[in-house]
T-cell receptor, first 116, second 114 residues
Framework: AQKITQTQPGMFVQEKEAVTLDCTYD???????LFWYKQPSSGEMIFLIY??????QNATEGRYSLNFQKARKSANLVISASQLGDSAMYFC?????????????FGKGNQVVVIP | DGGITQSPKYLFRKEGQNVTLSCEQN?????MYWYRQDPGQGLRLIYY???????QKGDIAEGYSVSREKKESFPLTVTSAQKNPTAFYLC?????????????FGNGTRLTVT
């Protein structure tokens, strides 16, 4: 069963605007971590932000913030003030403590294109 | 600078040949991972290793083999038994195998088998 779901089609966003990328997840574990990665066209995977299941505050890292709604099992990424360099694929991922031996499971990604 | 090095960046092989992808890290991380990515898809786990001389199969291990003789190195062999080996391969490491440890990735190897 798919653990991470990212269903938005490719998105075009105007430079300097904010964009929200949806991610829902499925787990029976109480302790887990949620991660977002960026993959530019060059292929490398860049770690952006982390949210722990017990964290009460939403994580923020510069222009990235994570809208964590535990009861809904969603962990949406918000990119504020988009820049041309934000054009990339974005992957949501989850790491469970007890199920899956702490492996990182990825969603299928969201394509973002920032236009000037 | 610490990081993960994958080589080569592009690799071409004939069908029926085994090929080994290199992954080296100088981050002193205990855990290492191999993922495969197909066009328009997310990453799928092939193998992972939490400590030296130990590794476990991921979700798509058939047709692949690994070794972990040194902490720094985790090479992946794509054997002739892998039915569809053409893909982008990413190696990663993490400081430990806990739910709050992010994976850090190399730049990947793009393998084409004809």
């Amino acid at each position: 069963a798919q653990k991470i779901t990212q269903t938005q089609p490719g998105m075009f966003v105007q430079e300097k605007e904010a964009v929200t990328l949806d991610c829902t997840y499925d787990t029976s574990d109480q302790s887990y971590g949620l991660f977002w990665y960026k993959q530019p066209s060059s292929g490398e995977m860049i770690f952006l932000i982390y949210q722990g299941s017990y964290d009460e505050q939403n994580a923020t890292e510069g222009r990235y913030s994570l809208n964590f709604q535990k009861a809904r099992k969603s962990a949406n990424l918000v990119i504020s003030a988009s820049q041309l360099g934000d054009s990339a694929m974005y992957f949501c991922a989850m790491r469970e403590r007890y199920y899956g031996n702490n492996r990182l499971a990825f969603g299928k990604g969201n394509q973002v294109v920032v236009i000037p | 600078d610490g990081g993960i090095t994958q080589s080569p960046k592009y690799l071409f092989r004939k069908e029926g040949q085994n090929v080994t992808l290199s992954c080296e890290q100088n981050l002193n991380h205990d855990a290492m991972y191999w993922y495969r990515q197909d066009p328009g898809q997310g990453l799928r786990l092939i193998y992972y290793s939490q400590i030296v001389n130990d590794f476990q199969k991921g979700d798509i291990a058939e047709g692949y083999s690994v070794s972990r003789e040194k902490k720094e190195s985790f090479p992946l062999t794509v054997t002739s038994a892998q039915k569809n080996p053409t893909a982008f391969y990413l190696c990663a490491s993490s400081i430990e195998s806990t739910e709050n440890s992010p994976l850090h990735f190399g730049n990947g190897t793009r393998l084409t088998v004809t």
